[in-house]
């Protein structure tokens, strides 16, 4: 019996409309509304993307999208001016810089001088490191987002094992550090795997969720899995396909067809994990205008 | 065949006298030796003992060991104060608060506020998180210890499965993070247990290194243990024994006397993690002299 899907896309409406709710509500109270600084620095065609599509949900929400479009060539100072005066505008609640940044910007150093309170995307070391204690803090979007669609699909973590195959900064390690606290939608075993890992498919078989987000297309086979474990799949990965439009198509770190015949849910790619990052952008958004503005 | 005991005195000496030898080399040429401020509130027997290990300790290896022993009533203003005054005293290279605090106080509070640069017990949320992250930072001094103990006994981390049962913001959490880094002495898959984990002896029988660090006496068995596993016992428990001087004896987390005749290496409590703390402050302490005096 195939596996359930895990609709990301369905989920992430729900949170934007539950986001865009609240601000009906706050929003007159406070008399402004939220404020989200999107920074992007030169045209990589992938970056601009992403940032429209954020730039579009803040609209579609009632939070106002300060865009600030830098050159490709700008230099260090001008970039870490602009985080300062950020840091200081009161009608930004929330500093976005998209990354990759250009070679010869520090993104380490543009992230430590973000304003930890306007910190949306949970990137500076004293949320991450309030994350791993355990303490209230802003949630990177992606690790945020894995523990929503878990909840919301009913899968129960507390006591569960689950196994993360990858160690990025931004979905591997955080997410295990989210989902090792004690506190709900956490308090599972955690398990983390990677490129340097001895008999990995022993491990992964344990999994009674299995993470995977190490992007190589397909990496994730059925024999790795144990039947009726819950599959996330982080990984977007292209692939060559002379019957798509575009040469190509989107697929993810797990072999979809072959693991969704022994796993009990299963996210697909695109569609799963994907638009849960917006949503969760768009959720700490509101948590930092809430903070800031006592609402 | 019993484990061979991985000698933490020994070790943890050895530290110290590295670290006495690079000072007899530094402190000529800075001009003055480092200084460690050592802050304790109130006269809570244990931690007046630890605080004397580690003023006697600075004493020994040419650290200026700075000492603040304020009242037990000391209010919140006046703790912060002194910790700002700390923060901009330029003989000052390392500030240690001592925990716990009395309970009017707010320990995270007075972590927030200590300089990142001279938090030699790494417990500030920003050096917790470029841990996390994998950037170069002050680890906390047990997690720091227990790697270097693996390290100096020839235990190869790199690939192996690191299980820690156990999941304090002082330990099990940091360690974690310290040993799924992609770097030398790290490198480990790491699984994070805790009180509910289901079928825990299942998970601790996969480690080929196995770290307790529940604070449970004896709660590690033989039969949790892998025949050949290296196994670390950061546990300190007091137990009743009516034949020992004091009524009472220091045993670990672990099952010793059993589980050494089924593991290869095993720590002894005391003389196993117990001594490498301190070692470590001293290392750590050494570090920030070097950072801030450019040495």
Redesign the interface.
């Known amino acids: 019996m195939a596996a359930t899907l895990i609709d990301g896309k369905t989920i992430s409406n729900t949170i934007k409309q539950e986001v865009k709710g609240e601000l009906e509500t706050l929003v007159p109270k406070v008399g402004r509304p939220p404020g989200l600084a999107v920074v992007l620095v030169g045209g990589d065609p992938a970056s601009a993307t992403y940032v429209r599509g954020k730039r579009k949900t803040c609209a579609a929400l009632g939070v106002t999208s300060i865009a600030h479009d830098l050159d490709a060539s700008t230099d260090r100072e001008t970039l870490l001016d602009l985080v300062r005066s950020l840091n200081e505008d009161d009608a930004v609640d929330g500093i976005l810089v998209q990354s990759p940044l250009p070679a010869h910007l520090d993104e ?1 150093e543009v992230v430590l001088l973000i304003d930890p309170a306007k910190d949306v995307d949970g990137f ?12 209230e803090t802003f949630v990177s979007c992606t690790p945020a987002g894995i523990r929503e669609l878990l909840v919301r699909s009913g899968v129960e973590t ?4 689950v196994v993360i195959v990858g ?1 990025s ?1 931004i979905v591997g ?2 997410l ?2 989210l989902l ?3 506190a709900d939608g956490a ?8 490129s ?3 008999d990995l498919a022993a ?1 992964t078989r ?1 999994a009674d969720i299995l993470v995977a987000a190490i992007g190589r297309p397909r990496f994730v086979t059925a024999e790795m899995v144990r039947a009726g474990a819950v599959v996330i799949d982080v990984g977007i990965n292209r692939v060559e396909d002379a019957a798509a439009k575009r040469g190509y198509r989107l697929v993810g770190d797990v072999d979809f067809d072959a693991v969704r015949e022994v796993a009990s849910k299963i996210t697909p790619v695109p569609g799963g994990v994907g638009p849960m990052t917006i949503a969760m952008l768009m959720r700490n958004t509101l948590t930092a205008y809430r903070r800031r503005c006592g609402v």
């Open positions: 380490s500076h070391p004293v949320n991450v490191g309030k994350l791993l204690l355990g303490v507390r006591g569960a094992h160690r900064s390690k955080p295990a550090a090792m606290q004690k308090d599972a075993t955690v398990t983390v795997c990677h340097r890992t001895r491990i344990t």
